[in-house]
């Protein structure tokens, strides 16, 4: 399938473009020192997702939650100076090293388009993290509803068909199984799976998807989509 049909990338953030695995580990490890030294990746991010599923919302008003819950199930500190440290940190939560450059090129030739499950006051963080590329984005404050849910992906698509696009021209790209690539190939979204952890065992700080969806596309960084699509 060629990248010639399509005029529009939309992109989810968390995870795809923000490496938010590397942000909690180390928010964890920091809050926790010798507590958390001999605590696995995986021992650090089952709680996490657990925490995710058991208090969805916007990051500005649960994140504080979420570090209680993994610290309770790990027994590290549970004040209100360390919850406040977690939620500090979500917004400094670093980019991918091929991330900026990447959209960069990508810019040049399609509409980019933000879609993500965070809220606004996060998502302008990580915008500027990652240069401002976006020419716009749809963030939980907008969407009202977290991906997967459905009503996220048609209230993105209303927006982008009052612009004059039609859904055959967008490419959605995502990390996420259960959050993006299942829901997209159900709604008939082309799709591209940037997937992140190629090469690692499980699903990492993202809930099990049940399936793994086959995508459209599927490359290991945006680095390599940027590549591909310059290659054509």
Same mark, same amino acid.
């Given at each position: 399938?060629?990248?010639?049909?399509?005029?529009?990338?939309?992109?989810?953030?968390?995870?795809? %473009?923000?490496?938010?695995?590397?942000? &909690?580990?180390?928010?964890?490890? =920091?809050?926790?020192?010798? +507590? !958390?030294?001999? @605590? #696995?990746?995986?021992?650090?991010?089952?709680?996490?997702?657990?925490?995710?599923?058991?208090?969805?919302?916007?990051?500005?008003?649960?994140?504080?939650?979420?570090?209680?819950?993994?610290?309770?199930?790990?027994?590290?500190?549970?004040?209100?100076?360390?919850?406040?440290?977690?939620?500090?940190?979500?917004?400094?939560?670093?980019?991918?090293?091929?991330?900026?450059?990447?959209?960069?090129? %990508?810019?040049?030739?399609?509409?980019? &388009?933000?879609?993500?499950?965070? =809220?606004?006051?996060?998502? +302008? !963080?990580?915008? @500027? #993290?990652?240069?401002?590329?976006?020419?716009?984005?749809?963030?939980?404050?907008?969407?009202?509803?977290?991906?997967?849910?459905?009503?996220?992906?048609?209230?993105?698509?209303?927006?982008?068909?009052?612009?004059?696009?039609?859904?055959?021209?967008?490419?959605?790209?995502?990390?996420?199984?259960?959050?993006?690539?299942?829901?997209?190939?159900?709604?008939?979204?082309?799709?591209?799976?940037?997937?992140?952890?190629?090469?690692?065992?499980?699903?990492?700080?993202?809930?099990?998807?049940?399936?793994?969806?086959?995508?459209?596309?599927?490359?290991?960084?945006?680095?390599?989509?940027?590549?591909?699509?310059?290659?054509?």
């Amino acid at each position: 399938m060629t990248f010639n049909r399509f005029k529009v990338l939309t992109f989810d953030i968390v995870g795809t %473009l923000i490496d938010f695995e590397t942000g &909690v580990l180390n928010a964890f490890r =920091d809050i926790g020192g010798k +507590s !958390s030294e001999n @605590l #696995t990746d995986d021992q650090i991010f089952a709680p996490y997702v657990a925490a995710r599923s058991k208090y969805p919302g916007r990051y500005t008003d649960i994140m504080r939650d979420v570090y209680l819950h993994v610290a309770r199930e790990l027994k590290l500190p549970e004040t209100e100076v360390a919850a406040n440290y977690f939620q500090a940190s979500i917004l400094s939560w670093p980019a991918f090293k091929d991330s900026c450059d990447a959209l960069k090129r %990508l810019r040049k030739r399609f509409r980019l &388009v933000a879609m993500t499950n965070s =809220d606004r006051v996060h998502y +302008s !963080s990580y915008a @500027l #993290t990652l240069g401002d590329p976006f020419h716009d984005a749809v963030t939980l404050d907008e969407g009202r509803f977290a991906k997967p849910d459905h009503r996220f992906f048609f209230y993105t698509l209303g927006r982008l068909s009052a612009s004059g696009f039609k859904q055959e021209e967008i490419l959605h790209v995502a990390q996420s199984q259960y959050h993006d690539m299942g829901v997209g190939r159900e709604l008939g979204y082309a799709i591209c799976w940037i997937e992140r952890r190629m090469g690692k065992q499980g699903f990492g700080g993202h809930p099990h998807p049940g399936t793994v969806t086959k995508p459209d596309y599927h490359f290991g960084t945006v680095r390599e989509l940027a590549d591909a699509i310059e290659r054509e």
